[in-house]
């Protein structure tokens, strides 16, 4: 199991000013925390809650139907282009950066075992989608798109250009190269698939877009590429199963929910800084920023009071982040917790040559790479202590399917826990959808009407 390690967010290590008594609060809010591990589990199977992602490691029949679609397209086509934004995009993102080999897309055939190469468009940034498609033979191309509500702005005119080459290019049999991740029975995008014929996987109801890298968002795009889904599946089983505990001393997720909580609200540090010691765990901060602003930025509690709060997230990667962020960690604004994620092996050793010898670098020779970067780590993270700034460390044995399963749904667990905390609804994205509404009316979508008259006075006005 993944291990956190909190001693350096603690008034021992770093003083009282900065740092928790995390012994006396883990018993001061045992009660809450117990009770609200117990109410998420049972909520979690109730309509309208949104917490149906919880069971999404259950969900037997979704991977079976998963691994016997990737069984029979394996070997017909070069790529994968997957289409989608926000949730839709970064788990995926994160789990095959952290699982497939490095540089997978300019590996040869043989390197990648005969496997497709593995593309994901999740901007509208029209340079960069020209650039991608000038290259990309679509003829050779499975495109996985991926939005639930199918009127996503910025994923369907994606899928639009795509869809126009594809058809050109293939005429009716395009189809065959298109799969959608849709809802179930509504959307835009379920009736275009029922009317064209795409073969559709779904994405279940109550689970939002940032909580649906292990449904069929996730898992399918995981297993065109031939990454082991039963290995990411056994990793939240087991985590999930070690998260159902409701005593804080034994439950990580509500040890950092906690943790995070009452720094921002007793210590004024409102800043959660994701460093993970792996650039195969790079995007893992990505997808970590998008989970904590959108479910614990809100303007209103559940009370309906006023309160504007929620944690600020930042990404970061260790080492190469030092040399950019740490000076200001260290010695400016002491308003930040830091999570440094440590990997305890790597999948390889690679040794410094002994040479150089009489120079100031002689040292390094004969250790290794692995050496050099956890030493970085942990140097890091000692550093920030002396400066008593807070900071916990994440440990993963190692970075495969199973560890990066736990990791993941460590922090969703983590972030229900701590919406609880805030008492907000972690599961909603008001801000978001304003901005949504605002797009759709300046685009010319109707009904929007009158939202763009307002619109046009108010881009007048500034």
């Known amino acids: 199991m993944i291990k956190l390690n909190y001693q350096n967010a603690d008034k021992s290590i770093i003083g009282e000013e900065n740092g928790l008594d995390i012994d006396a609060e883990f018993s001061n809010y045992k009660e809450q925390i117990a009770n609200i591990i117990g109410d998420l589990n049972k909520r979690k199977d109730k309509p309208g809650q949104w917490l149906q992602w919880m069971n999404l490691g259950y969900s037997e029949e979704t991977l079976w139907y998963v691994k016997e679609y990737a069984s029979m397209v394996e070997g017909r086509f070069e790529n994968i282009l997957v289409l989608g934004i926000g949730g839709s995009a970064l788990g995926g993102m994160a789990v095959t950066e952290a699982l ?66 594809l058809e050109q290019e293939l005429g009716a ?17 379920r009736q275009i698939a029922e009317q064209e014929g795409y073969k559709t996987f779904v994405v279940p109801d109550d689970v939002g877009g940032r909580f649906s890298v292990f449904s069929a968002v996730g898992l399918l795009p995981f297993a065109l590429v031939g ?20 005593d804080i001393r034994e439950n990580i997720a509500a040890q950092n929910a906690l943790i995070h909580y009452l720094m921002d609200t007793k210590k004024g540090k ?10 195969k765990l790079k995007y893992v ?16 509690d559940k009370n309906g009071n006023d309160v504007h709060i929620g944690p600020t997230p930042i990404k970061a990667l260790g080492a190469t982040d030092q040399h ?23 999948d390889n050793n690679l040794e410094i040559p002994p040479i150089f010898e009489y120079t100031g670098i002689g040292y390094l020779g004969g250790k290794t790479v692995n050496q050099l970067l956890n030493a970085e780590a942990d140097a890091t993270r000692v550093v ?23 990791l993941l749904y460590m922090l969703e667990i983590q972030t229900a826990i701590a919406g609880e905390l805030y008492n907000v609804d972690a599961f909603n994205q008001p801000g978001v959808e304003q901005a949504k509404n605002y797009t759709y009316a300046l685009m010319g979508r109707k009904g929007y009407e009158e939202s763009a008259q307002v619109l046009k006075e108010k881009m007048a006005v500034s």
């Open 227 to 246: 990454l082991d889904v039963d290995e990411i599946v056994n990793g939240i089983k087991d985590m999930d199963l070690a998260l159902k505990n409701t």
């Open 100 to 165: 497939l080999k490095p540089y997978w897309n300019y590996l040869s055939d043989e390197q990648r075992n005969g496997l497709p190469r593995l593309f994901f468009l999740d901007n509208i940034d029209p340079d960069t989608i020209t650039g991608l498609l000038s290259f990309l033979d679509l003829k050779k191309t499975l495109v996985n798109v991926i939005t639930k509500s199918g009127s996503t702005a910025e994923t369907m005119s994606q899928f639009m250009i795509v869809k126009n080459i």
């Open 285 to 300: 901060s990505d997808w970590y920023v998008q989970l904590w602003a959108e479910s614990l930025g809100k303007n209103k």
């Open 173 to 189: 049999d395009y189809r065959y190269n298109v799969v959608a991740t849709t809802d179930k029975k509504t959307g835009i995008l």
């Open 384 to 406: 920030l202590a002396d400066y008593q700034r807070p900071n916990v460390t994440i440990t993963l044995d190692r970075v495969d399917g199973y560890n990066v399963a736990q």
């Open 324 to 346: 950019s962020q740490i000076q200001l960690y260290n010695e400016g604004p002491n308003d930040k917790v830091i999570n440094f994620i440590r990997v305890g092996e790597f």
């Open 270 to 279: 409102n800043l959660s800084v994701m460093m993970p010691y792996s650039s």
